[in-house]
T-cell receptor, first 118, second 115 residues
């Protein structure tokens, strides 16, 4: 079954304690992305990756890091979490990042990770 | 710059009523895609529909219908004979050719269907 898997689904942590949210897709997708969802703001893009070893900032990258060492995995790293990073996080993937393939680009979303930073 | 506006923050209707969720978008690209996603109380995002900028035909899927009008930059979503299970947050979103895979989301409309 095609899917995007995020772990953990729920996480409560304290300020400053490094954490990683994992994201894995089994569809051989090139493009992966992280979003955060906050009330009244919809989903905002944090980072994205066009392919292995190719990552770039989205609209709200401050306080986050990512890596793309393998095609299937795109972990989100919070080196020193702060309370303003309390949010619902979504990982997404799509077949290709190329413009020519826009017609094929339906993004598949993970189930979400609800993070609380105390 | 691209933008998606969902002016209705919350809507509450009685079951079986029809309800329309508004979506207005901004882009200078001539090639783009519009989406609607549903987020039920469980939190996951459920893809509902994608339309491209060259296809203004309205679409109907069961009780759901979508009205795409380029003249007003709108992509409205109507639920006919609403049901309690339709209660969710609905997001309208935009993806443009020049930004390939990036999706810009509206702020969402919370729809509550009362029995």
């Amino acid at each position: 079954e095609a899917q995007v898997t995020q772990n953990p689904r729920y996480l409560i942590t304290v300020t400053g304690k490094k954490l990683t949210v994992t994201c894995s897709q089994n569809m051989n997708h090139e493009y992966m992305s992280w979003y955060r969802q906050d009330p009244g703001l919809g989903l905002r893009q944090i980072y994205y990756s066009m392919n292995v070893e190719v990552t770039d900032k989205g609209d709200v990258p401050e306080g986050y890091k990512v890596s793309r060492k393998e095609k299937r995995n795109f972990p989100l790293i919070l080196e020193s979490p702060s309370p303003n990073q309390t949010s619902l996080y979504f990982c997404a993937s799509s077949l290709s990042s190329g413009r020519a393939s826009l017609a094929k680009n339906i993004q598949y979303f993970g189930a979400g990770t609800r993070l609380s930073v105390l | 710059a691209q933008k998606v506006t969902q002016a209705q923050t919350e809507i509450s209707v009685v079951e079986k009523e029809d309800v329309t969720l508004d979506c207005v978008y901004e882009t200078r690209d001539t090639t783009y895609y519009l989406f609607w996603y549903k987020q039920p109380p469980s939190g996951e995002l459920v893809f509902l529909i994608r339309r491209n900028s060259f296809d203004e035909q309205n679409e109907i899927s069961g009780r759901y219908s979508w009205n795409f009008q380029k003249s007003t930059s709108s992509f409205n979503f109507t639920i006919t004979a609403s049901q309690v299970v339709d209660s969710a947050v609905y997001f309208c979103a935009l993806s443009v050719y020049s930004s390939a895979s990036k999706i810009i989301f509206g702020s969402g409309t919370r729809l509550s269907i009362r029995p």
